[in-house]
T-cell receptor, first 118, second 115 residues
């Protein structure tokens, strides 16, 4: 029973293409995230979604767009791929709820998607 | 903005010995959480240990324990009886309490276990 799953695990594509990465969690969490890990292993938050609402967007290019059809899914769409988009993308989920007194709960990560843009 | 600093890009330890990984952070918040995540070559991010800032007691999980010094904004990870399976990248991370704005990570420490 995979808690947070991502598909595909590997994605190789040409510059200029549009691609999507899917993420699903079966933990019943109400917040999901996307992180980017660059070639130097540095992890940076890109987006988080709570109850279908975007909570934060860390100045990523607007070629990246998160889409959440329901609480258990947060997909990442990338348009006009560039060489610099090559990285590992991680999805994560937690039970944190923005605007409440609830504390930041532990984030559980998916296996990552290695994106290579040629 | 919060920052997390891991000053040791790489550490090496003999199997069965103890090693300590350093982490410092900077924040103006009073309610926050700190985490250590492990990333083996499989690239899966695995939670090692978590510390609530309001708790004075240091968190412990089996062979893993932390030394949380709130005033100094220091959060080091001690691994006792190191095992070959502990070899991985270790990331220190900060999360703001009461929010869902993601974790801020340090640059990581690559831990090598010598047999």
């Amino acid at each position: 029973d995979t808690a947070v799953s991502q598909t595909p695990k590997y994605l190789v594509t040409q510059m200029g293409n549009d691609k999507s990465i899917k993420c699903e969690q079966n933990l019943g969490h109400d917040t999901m995230y996307w992180y980017k890990q660059d070639s130097k292993k540095f992890l940076k938050i890109m987006f988080s979604y709570n109850n279908k609402e975007l909570i934060i967007n860390e100045t990523v290019p607007n070629r990246f767009s998160p889409k959440s059809p329901d609480k258990a899914h947060l997909n990442l769409h990338i348009n006009s791929l560039e060489l610099g988009d090559s990285a590992v993308y991680f999805c994560a989920s937690s039970q944190a709820a923005a605007g409440t007194s609830r504390s930041t709960d532990t984030q559980y990560f998916g296996p990552g998607t290695r994106l290579t843009v040629l | 903005a919060q920052t997390v600093t891991q000053s040791q890009p790489e550490m090496s330890v003999q199997e069965a010995e103890t090693v300590t990984l350093s982490c410092t952070y900077d924040t103006s918040e009073s309610d926050y959480y700190l985490f250590w995540y492990k990333q083996p070559p499989s690239r899966q991010m695995i939670l090692v240990i978590r510390q609530e800032a309001y708790k004075q007691q240091n968190a412990t999980e089996n062979r893993f324990s932390v030394n949380f010094q709130k005033a100094a904004k220091s959060f080091s990870l001690k691994i006792s009886d190191s095992q070959l399976g502990d070899a991985a990248m270790y990331f220190c991370a900060y999360g703001r309490g009461g929010g869902a704005d993601g974790l801020t990570f340090g640059k990581g420490t690559h831990l090598i276990i010598q047999p």
